[in-house]
Structures are given as structure tokens and as C-alpha cells.
């Protein structure tokens, strides 16, 4: 109680941080140079006066973007994998997260286009990497092809704040926005979008240490991510990337607790990440026309934490805000790591979609 009290009595919200949102109680004024912004519904976030270009408008008041009104409706059932010549590639990447992802986006603002992938916020949108995270990246400057960018990633999210609470838009409200919004009528088809998810860091964040049977835990939100891959795949989704959670034990935020602590958060991620590849393959098994990638984002941190110098960082532990830092905050890569991660899940989706 005592902990809340200063948020609920007005005090400043830092950059980044929630300031409002449906059934939101905290503070609502953002620090000096910072802007809250409506991201959707439930979320509003301070983000940085130079890039609040997002629609402050409440997400009750939606309306449809006429950049999108007029194109093709998705094909819903039956299409067959199709490969990159016969498509022209990847047009559409739909992805769902949490800070590691999220750009800001909001459903019911700015469509993105081609001078503007990102569609709102503006590139780089809002992020937690002091810059362009690998969403940015990835369709501005690893994709061979025009590629647009709808990500409703949340800063905060976990799968299904049933099994795991967060203080984010989980990802059982990121896949429903979208099927209410885009999953029929929407510009994108069957042979041209890709659907990503990276999710579970939250989920590992926030019960690694608890006293529970952890691989139970982890198989309920296996059941929910592939339920909610289901209802994609319902509405004409074929091509998918799973994203697995990374090596948090090495951010700064965790380097303060002991080895023994750190040693059961590795244990804890390894088994999210088996389970989550198993079950991929368990149900794309049959699955018609389905292509899946499996993207395992551990190399890539562990390549530029063991050299931090390649990549433009002083260390692999001092925490700023400048370019020369591997970590924006305590549990947040910069955008050069981003850059890395972005041109890995390039040339992993080149080897069979772009």
C-alpha cells in the first residue's frame, strides 16, 4: 500500500512509463520532456514530446484508416505456403510482445505505408531502446521488399494475466485487437504476412522465483499462446515466427542477485524455450500450408554481451542513455543489439519468405 502511495498522490511518471489507460489508478503526469499518449484502450504511455505523434483519441471512438479500406480482404481457409517469387514476399508483419517489441502502435491511428512503415508513432516510434528496436529495424532496413509493419506489442505484457500478472496489455488483448480490427477485411493475405511472437519474458520475470511447479506453469501459457495462434490460423494466418525469451539474467537489473538466483532464471527460461519449441511442432503437425520459423534470440544477445566492443558499448553492464551503452535501462537492450537481433530474423525468414 505504502509502495503505491506516491503514484496515486501525483507524483511524476518517468519516460516509458504507464500514465494512463482503462482501470488505470497511478499517476498521470509525465516527467519534463515527455507526453502521455493514448497507445490504445487500456494503455497510455510517457513517451518523448518530440515523437508523440500518436492519436490521443480514446480507442472507443476507432475508426478505420483509409489507407486500408480498400484493399484486398484475407483469405480465410485453405491457401497453401507459397514461396517468395509467386508473392513478391513479405508485405505485412503483424507481431505481438511486450517492451522488447513494442513501438507504440496503435490500431486506430496513422496506417503504416510504404514512406512510413511504422505507421504511428513515427519511426522510430516509442521504444524502450533509446532508438530503433528490431521491429524498426527489421522494415526499414533489412527488409529486401516493402514491408509494413501492425505490432501490437505492449511494454509490460505476459501471455494471460491469469497465469502470469503483468502491468501490460497482455497478449491475449494484443491477438483479440487485432481479430477485432484486421483479421477479416484487413490488407493483408494468406501469402504475404508474417505473424511474430516474442513473448514470455514477463512471464519468466515475474515467476521464476516463485515456489510453484515451474514447467506447469510454463505448459498453461504454451496452452494459451497456441490457442491464440489457432484463432490467427482460423482467419487465414499461415506463416508464423516464435521468438524465444533471452538471456534476462544477464541484464544489469539481474547481475545484483546472486548466482543461485540467476542459475534458477536460466533453468526457468531454458524450459520456457524448450517447451515452446515442442509445442510448435506439435501444432503445426498437419497443419495445412502452415510455415513456421523458430528464432532463438540467445545467440544474438550472447554474441554482443561477449564482445560488446564490436558493437559501439563500453561494457556489457554499465546502464545509460547514449549510444555507447549495451543496456538503455536495468532490463532494456539499446538499438544496437536491436540492430543485431532484427538482422538475424531477417535472414532467417530470407531462407524461406522474403
Known amino acids: 500500500m ?21 482501470g488505470y489508478t497511478g499517476a498521470t503526469t509525465c516527467a519534463s520532456g515527455s507526453t502521455c499518449v ?11 514530446s518530440t515523437t508523440s505523434t500518436a492519436s490521443t483519441t480514446s480507442a472507443t471512438t476507432l475508426k478505420t484508416s483509409t489507407s486500408t479500406t480498400t484493399l484486398k480482404t484475407s483469405t480465410t481457409t485453405t491457401s497453401t505456403a507459397s514461396t517468395s517469387s509467386a508473392t513478391g514476399g513479405v508485405k505485412y508483419i503483424f507481431s505481438f510482445g511486450d517492451s522488447y517489441s513494442a513501438t507504440g502502435f496503435w490500431v486506430g491511428g496513422t496506417a503504416p505505408s510504404a514512406s512510413n512503415p511504422l505507421g504511428n508513432p513515427t519511426f522510430p516510434g516509442s521504444t524502450t531502446s533509446g532508438g530503433a528496436n528490431w521491429v524498426g529495424y527489421l522494415v526499414t532496413e533489412f527488409n529486401p521488399t516493402t514491408a509494413l509493419s501492425y505490432n501490437f506489442a505492449s511494454s509490460g505484457a505476459a501471455v494471460n494475466n491469469s ?22 477485411g484487413g490488407p493483408w493475405s494468406s501469402d504475404d504476412s508474417v505473424f511474430v511472437f516474442w513473448i514470455g519474458i514477463n512471464d519468466i520475470w515475474n515467476s521464476y522465483a516463485l515456489d510453484v511447479d515451474q514447467a506447469a506453469l510454463h505448459a498453461k501459457l504454451m496452452d494459451e499462446i497456441f490457442k491464440l495462434v489457432q484463432q490467427l490460423y482460423d482467419v487465414g494466418a499461415r506463416k508464423f515466427m516464435f521468438m524465444s525469451v533471452p538471456p534476462v539474467e544477464k541484464t544489469p537489473s539481474q547481475l545484483v ?10 533453468v526457468q527460461i531454458a524450459d520456457y524455450n524448450s517447451q515452446l519449441v515442442s509445442r510448435t511442432a506439435t501444432w503445426k503437425a498437419g497443419k495445412t500450408g502452415t510455415t513456421v520459423w523458430q528464432f532463438d534470440t540467445q545467440p544474438a544477445f550472447n554474441q554482443v554481451i561477449s564482445n560488446p566492443a564490436a558493437y559501439g558499448y563500453v561494457d556489457a553492464t554499465t546502464v ?21 537481433v532484427a538482422e538475424q530474423v531477417a535472414a532467417a525468414l530470407d531462407s524461406g519468405f522474403w
Request: aromatic letters at 12%; a negative charge; charged letters at 5%.
Open 257 to 266: 542477485y546472486s548466482d543461485a538466483v540467476r542459475a534458477n532464471e536460466v
Open 2 to 22: 505504502l509502495a503505491v502511495m506516491p503514484a496515486v498522490m501525483g507524483q511524476t511518471v518517468a519516460l516509458w512509463g504507464q500514465c494512463g489507460g482503462s
Open 38 to 48: 493514448a497507445q490504445n484502450e487500456w494503455y497510455s504511455q510517457c513517451i518523448t
Open 163 to 184: 497465469i502470469v500478472s503483468s502491468w501490460g496489455t497482455p497478449l491475449t488483448t494484443q491477438v483479440a485487437t487485432f481479430l477485432q480490427y484486421l483479421g477479416t
Open 320 to 340: 545509460c542513455q547514449t549510444s555507447t551503452c549495451m543496456w538503455y535501462d536495468t532490463f532494456h537492450p539499446s538499438s544496437a543489439l536491436h540492430k543485431v
